[in-house]
C-alpha cells in the first residue's frame, strides 16, 4: 500500500526529542485503499507493516477509529513535527485533528499509564518501559491543560534520560508518576465531552468519493 500513502511521520524517541546514538526510526503512517476494493468480500488490511524497518501503517478508516477512541500512539502520529510525507488528504487529516479529541483521552493515557505501571515489578524495574509511562503522562498532563498531547519532551530529556538508565529510584519514579496523575482530567479542562464526529466522517465520506 506504499502508493497509496497520504501521510507518514517519524514517531518515537527522535519525534520526542529523546533519541541517542542507538536509537532506531520509528514511522508510522496512513494509507487509503481504493474505495471499489471494499465492494468485494475480501476487504483491504486494515494496516501493513514495512517497507522499511520499524514502519506501520492503517488504513485511513481504522485510524480514525483508533484516534477517537483515544488510542496514544496513534494520536501522536498526528501530531509529530517530523512528517516524511502529507499529501492533501493527509494535511486535511491534520488540519482536523483536534476533532479526534475529547475527554476520553485523558482516560485512556492515564488508564494506559496506570495498567502498564502496575505490571512493573519495583524490585526489577523495566527502566526503558518506566521512562516511557512517565512520558505518556507528561503528555496527558499537557492534554489536559492545552488541549493537545506533547510530543516534544526536550524539557524534560535529562531526567528521562536518567530514568532510562536506572539513575533514579524506584520511589522518585513512583512519586513523580503519582504527581503526574493526581487530579488528571477531573474537570475535563480545554477538552470537548465528546470528538467531533461530523468532521471526522466528512472527511472520511470525502475519501472514500476521491478514491472511487
Known amino acids: 500500500m506504499t502508493d497509496h500513502t497520504v501521510l507518514s511521520v517519524v514517531v518515537g524517541s527522535r519525534a520526542y526529542g529523546l533519541s541517542t546514538a542507538e536509537s532506531d526510526t520509528?514511522?508510522?503512517g496512513v494509507f487509503v485503499a481504493p474505495t471499489p476494493l471494499f465492494w468485494r468480500l475480501d476487504k483491504p488490511p486494515t494496516h501493513v507493516e514495512g517497507p522499511l524497518p520499524e514502519q506501520f501503517s492503517w488504513e485511513v478508516e481504522r485510524f480514525c477509529a483508533l484516534a477517537l477512541a483515544a488510542n496514544p500512539t496513534v494520536l501522536e502520529c498526528l501530531w509529530s513535527p517530523l512528517v516524511e510525507r502529507a499529501t492533501p488528504v493527509?494535511?486535511?487529516l491534520r488540519a482536523i485533528r483536534r476533532g479526534f479529541l475529547s475527554r476520553r483521552a485523558l482516560d485512556s493515557f492515564g488508564r494506559y499509564a496506570a495498567h502498564q505501571f502496575r505490571r512493573l515489578?519495583?524490585?526489577a524495574p523495566?527502566?526503558?518501559?518506566a521512562m516511557h509511562l512517565i512520558r505518556l503522562l507528561l503528555s496527558a498532563r499537557h492534554l489536559a491543560v492545552h488541549g493537545e498531547p506533547l510530543l516534544d519532551m526536550s524539557a524534560h530529556r535529562d531526567r528521562l534520560l536518567a530514568l532510562r538508565r536506572g539513575e533514579l529510584s524506584w520511589a522518585e519514579v513512583d512519586h513523580w508518576r503519582a504527581?503526574?496523575?493526581?487530579?488528571?482530567?477531573?474537570?475535563?479542562?480545554?477538552l470537548p465531552e465528546s470528538p467531533d464526529l461530523a468532521a471526522v466522517e466528512a472527511f472520511l465520506t470525502g475519501v472514500r468519493r476521491a478514491h472511487l
Open 90 to 92: 493527509g494535511e486535511e
Open 121 to 123: 515489578d519495583p524490585a
Open 26 to 28: 520509528d514511522r508510522r
Open 126 to 129: 523495566r527502566w526503558k518501559m
Open 179 to 190: 504527581r503526574l496523575s493526581a487530579g488528571l482530567g477531573a474537570d475535563g479542562g480545554p
